[in-house]
């Protein structure tokens, strides 16, 4: 079933294509992550140029999101304060991306600083996904209880001027740092298409210092808009976003994501990250081997 894409401008197979999203869905409704970080390395390595796969995943990310936030807004753990605070950061980052993203793609190395980015990300959280998980799993095995963690924000947030009070959270801070956070996430999304959760959510709790209850549904809701916002600006800058491409993606998500929640129902949690973890480190693995080895094809042609 060969479907073309405008952007692309190449033939793809939609079944695979909506299977890459299954596999992204249901590693999200498995691990309780976006999934996004893992979308645009499926993406480049069937085929699809970097630069299309990071512009449409965003789009994904973004239709993705909207049943989690209207779940958690429903449940009132959604700190809209600090999710406007991660907005107005993410919208400012996102646009600070566009001008990153049209300057690589200038000087020819935009695929390749996607793929050096993608490499150093996944393969740092993966190494401290895995340490997390190994040591949950010797703790589960000798039956020692790993020490609880203190909640509180980072000395250097505490040190940060002009203090407001978020009271969903539970917190009393300097929105400059979260405003810092939202900026960093938002070049990330811009350039990479990820919805930023998997480095945002671990800020949230360790640097700001936020309640538990909180952190997935603000950070659902600043995905969402950063998300809407930068597939609006690559849309009108880029012109990479595949409308095609984003919609076969969110059919095979939204399908694996019940698929998922349902396996993650009956597995420990502790088994679960040691997997995601290993899943990630292949990832790193393969995206820094497509770096290393040299292509089939050297060149590639564009028409303008």
Excluded: C
Excluded at 176 to 184: I, V
Aim: charged share 10%; aromatic share 6%; proline share 4%.
């Amino acid at each position: 079933m060969d479907l073309y894409l405008p952007v692309a401008n190449l033939s793809v197979n939609a079944l695979v294509i909506i299977a890459l999203g299954g596999v992204v869905g249901l590693l999200s409704g498995m691990f309780g992550v976006g999934g996004g970080f893992l979308t645009t390395p499926l993406l480049i390595f069937y085929g699809i140029p970097p630069t299309v796969a990071a512009a449409s995943a965003a789009s994904q990310v973004t239709g993705a999101s909207v049943s989690g936030v209207v779940t958690h807004m429903a449940r009132g753990t959604v700190d809209v304060r600090m999710g406007g605070v991660l907005i107005a950061g993410g919208v400012v980052g996102a646009s600070i991306g566009v001008f990153l993203f049209r300057l690589l793609q200038a000087v020819g190395q935009i695929d390749t600083m996607i793929g050096i980015l993608y490499v150093l990300m996944l393969g740092g959280i993966g190494i401290l996904m895995a340490k997390e998980s190994i040591q949950a799993l010797v703790a589960l095995k000798t039956g020692k209880r790993l020490a609880a963690r203190k909640r509180r924000h980072h000395p250097l947030v505490a040190a940060l001027p002009m203090r407001w009070r978020f009271y969903r959270s539970g917190l009393y801070i300097s929105p400059l740092a979260p405003l810092l956070l939202g900026m960093a996430t938002g070049i990330l999304t811009m350039l990479l298409g990820v919805g930023g959760g998997f480095i945002l959510v671990p800020a949230m709790l360790y640097l700001l210092g936020m309640t538990t209850q909180s952190v997935v549904g603000t950070s659902l809701f600043q995905i969402l808009f950063v998300t809407m916002a930068t597939t609006m600006m690559h849309a009108m800058t880029t012109k990479a976003v595949d409308l095609v491409l984003a919609m076969l993606l969110l059919i095979g998500s939204v399908t694996g994501a019940q698929i998922g929640t349902r396996i993650s129902m009956s597995v420990r949690p502790e088994y679960l990250r040691i997997l995601l973890s290993a899943i990630v480190l292949l990832v790193a693995a393969r995206m820094a081997l497509g770096l290393g080895f040299r292509p089939d094809e050297i060149y590639t042609v564009e028409v303008r």
